[in-house]
């Protein structure tokens, strides 16, 4: 390895670790090593013809590949790659549906899905079922790292870290938070891995209260009510997707009640009086918009999703949580 070859890659280290790639990841051997090259690929992808070649590796997994189809709901195909070096290796994993199974014990496989995994939720899935470092570079160019320590994203300008769910869930929870904690798990989690990954700008209102209670406060209704039935629910896998693509073509709130099913799509808030005095404006107009809303509504948690990324999350006209990312 050259001198400038080793000098680049100490310094994509120290940048990762300042925001917010563990230590630990990044120790001295050869664990660090192979993830340092793995993101040093990535983001110097190969160039064939003016196309950019997408590409994924999964690192040293404690969890054996015959594990990972029950938790991912994948078929896993495996393949050695013999003595290939990784540079030729990498040339048949496309980061979507074919991986290069990296290992610092050399012995390296290629693991093929029957679909491609390839959006920043399957990452995570996969990280988890297979207790690994996943890096990828998607065919739109964003670069990712996703491990225990939960997602970094590079945009082509900048790293971006998004802290693990379960981190925010703790913490939105450590003061009573009202509602179901698996809806707000799923409300949280696409809000960051479905909206903020993708650049989907968004207002997300978890109404607690049951239908027993009172209504929350008056809101327009800009876009038709959403399909029911079927109901569009949070915690449904398979409809998340026309969730996400509904939100990426409206403006205004959507709400969701107290099970995590879709009851209103488009909806401006009007704030009150009180909530617009007291209240104190907080990053743009969605989030200062939510932030009064959730004043006027305590049953409420608003999560505001940022069209760049990051996500907050707001009660009681307080924000409770945030990514690691200023606004």
Known sequence: MSDQHAGRLRRLADELAEVGLPTGALGDGPGGDLLIEEVDRALRPQVHERRVASCGSILDPAADPATWARATNLEVGRAPTGDRSADASRWYADGLSSWLLRRTSGDDEWIMFDRPAGSERDLVVLARAAVATIVQRHPSGTVRIVGEFGVLRWNGLEWHHEPPVASWIDAISAGGAAGDTEVLTALLGFAVHDLGSLG???????????????????????????????????????????????????????????????????????????????????????????RRYSFDDPSATVIAVSADGPVSVLRNGEIIGRSSASL
């Open 200 to 290: 989907i700008g968004a207002l997300l209102i978890y109404r607690a209260a049951t239908e027993a209670e009172p209504p929350g406060p008056p809101v327009e209704q800009l876009v038709p009510t959403p399909p029911t039935p079927p109901p569009l629910q949070i915690r449904t896998a398979f409809h998340l997707a026309p969730l996400r693509h509904a939100l990426a073509q409206v403006d205004g709130a959507a709400v969701f009640d107290h099970a995590g099913v879709l009851r209103q799509l488009g909806v401006r808030i009007v704030p009150s009086a009180d909530a617009t005095e007291r209240v104190d404006p907080f990053g743009g107009t969605r989030h200062t918009s939510g």
